[in-house]
Antibody, heavy 122, light 110 residues
Framework: QVQLQQSGPGLVKPSQTLSLTCAIS??????????WHWIRQSPSRGLEWLGR?????????DYAVSVNSRISINPDTSKNQFSLQLSSVTPEDTAVYYC????????????WGQGTLVTISS | QSVLTQPPSASGTPGQRVTISCSGSDSKIGSNYVYWYQQLPGTAPKLLIYRNNQRPSGVPDRFSGSKSGTSASLAISGLRSEDEGDYYC???????????FGGGTKLTVL
């Protein structure tokens, strides 16, 4: 059974960097048939895909245009986890952040983390 | 404003059949698979339908999906009180080159 366990602060000050980690059990971040995503949800923006990382002989990352200049998603094979960093945050970045997996064969976002409410406030 | 259009709400009585629509464009639904998710209060979304009409193991056959042209639909038959929640469609956008979500439909079981 795959489990995704999120960790990170729930409060970040404006202009600082939001950092979250998603620890994987029951699968490997290096799985050649999987991709690892970050998605957020807010009342104003709904569900919004932020980006993904995946391994296909080498590491790849893709990011949403809306956050492309501020986002970084990185795998950590030694800890079997991946992370999200979002810089220069504003109150607009307040949301519940989720990590999720997608598996080749069409199983898009088949497992999700528990969600982390991140509030951007001074 | 979401890239995919869903009705904000839907409702039905227990045992009824309800459908939720999701419309997009050629570069989205028109040329890609559609996925449906159920989000119960206070929980993460759950994959309900993948590749337009396939059900993951464990999802009851009361849930079914279909796609035609640039629109897709989720049908729930034999409505139950535990089906109350939010439902979202998702597809790949060929123009943006990433995954896009519908705005969600809140299902109420009367």
């Amino acid at each position: 059974q795959v489990q995704l366990q999120q960790s990170g602060p729930g409060l970040v000050k404006p202009s600082q960097t939001l950092s979250l980690t998603c620890a994987i059990s029951g699968d490997s971040v290096s799985n050649n048939n999987a991709a690892w995503h970050w998605i957020r949800q807010s009342p104003s923006r709904g569900l919004e895909w932020l980006g993904r990382t995946y391994y296909r002989s080498k590491w790849h990352t893709d990011y949403a245009v809306s956050v492309n200049s501020r986002i970084s998603i990185n795998p950590d094979t030694s800890k079997n986890q991946f992370s999200l960093q979002l810089s220069s945050v504003t109150p607009e970045d307040t949301a519940v952040y989720y990590c999720a997996r997608d598996l080749s064969g069409g199983y898009l976002f088949d497992y999700w983390g528990q969600g982390t409410l991140v509030t951007i406030s001074s | 404003q979401s890239v995919l259009t869903q009705p904000p709400s839907a409702s039905g009585t227990p045992g009824q059949r309800v459908t939720i629509s999701c419309s997009g464009s050629d570069s989205k639904i028109g040329s890609n698979y559609v996925y449906w998710y159920q989000q119960l209060p206070g929980t993460a979304p759950k994959l309900l339908i993948y590749r337009n009409n396939q059900r993951p193991s464990g999802v009851p056959d009361r849930f079914s999906g279909s796609k035609s042209g640039t629109s897709a639909s989720l049908a729930i038959s034999g409505l139950r009180s535990e089906d109350e929640g939010d439902y979202y469609c998702v597809t790949w956008d060929d123009s943006l080159n990433y995954w896009v979500f519908g705005g969600g439909t809140k299902l109420t079981v009367l």
